[in-house]
């Protein structure tokens, strides 16, 4: 009965190659979020989106795309694989009002070799 | 620059001490949260506050918006309490309308 939930948890690939992860969430929200963690745990936000509109952090390559087919679900797609992306990818859910409480899934952890 | 600053970075105690988590940011917000991460990885969201002060069992927060602080205490601290303690903040001004988080507080708590 996980609220946000993402797959896979474990990601092993090559460089060069494409690559999805998938988040659903079953919490009824309207914004959905993917977070990037590095190496040294620190998180930064790459993508919001509600169904007005898509919010992309500046710093995020394009090789890195969001796609949501409906409200619940928000994927992260990417393309051409590099060693720098190895990190864990959180994706998390909100109300899109600021005073709410966000949701997070377990994380996807990413290896590029 | 829109920076939030957390402190102590490490953090180790004993069981049953008084522990105070601090977070600073630099510009206006509209709601600041605590979450902690465990060592499996999970993220879970402990407290949202726009201000004023929350409590939830031994879990305190509290926000001085004027002074754009914030703490999270715990009482009567206990070894599962060892987790990364990340302070998040939603900036009024826009950006990516996601969190900037801080580089969190890893603490380790003794039996």
């Known amino acids: 009965d996980t609220a946000v939930s993402q797959t896979p948890k474990y990601l092993v690939t090559q460089m060069g190659n494409d690559k999805s992860i998938k988040c659903e969430q079953n919490l009824g929200h309207d914004t959905m979020y993917w977070y990037k963690q590095d190496s040294k745990k620190f998180l930064k936000i790459m993508f919001s989106y509600n169904n007005k509109e898509l919010i992309i952090n500046e710093t995020v390559p394009n090789r890195f795309s969001p796609k949501s087919p409906d409200k619940a679900h928000l994927n992260l797609h990417i393309n051409s694989l590099e060693l720098g992306d190895s990190a864990v990818y959180f994706c998390a859910s909100s109300q899109q009002h600021a005073g709410n409480t966000i949701y997070f899934g377990e994380g996807s952890w990413l290896t590029v070799v | 620059k829109n920076e939030v600053e957390q402190s102590p970075q490490n953090l180790t105690a004993q069981e049953g001490e008084f522990i105070t988590i601090n977070c600073s940011y630099s510009v206006g917000i509209s709601a600041l949260h605590w979450l902690q991460q465990h060592p499996g990885g999970g993220i879970v969201s402990l407290f949202m506050?726009?201000?004023g002060k929350k409590k939830h069992g031994r879990l305190i927060a509290t926000i001085n918006i004027q002074e754009k602080h914030s703490s999270l205490h715990i009482t009567a601290s206990h070894p599962r309490d060892s987790a990364v303690y990340i302070c998040a903040v939603r900036y009024s001004g826009g950006g990516a309308d996601g969190l900037t988080f801080g580089k969190g507080t890893h603490l380790i708590i003794q039996p």
């Open positions: 506050l726009s201000s």
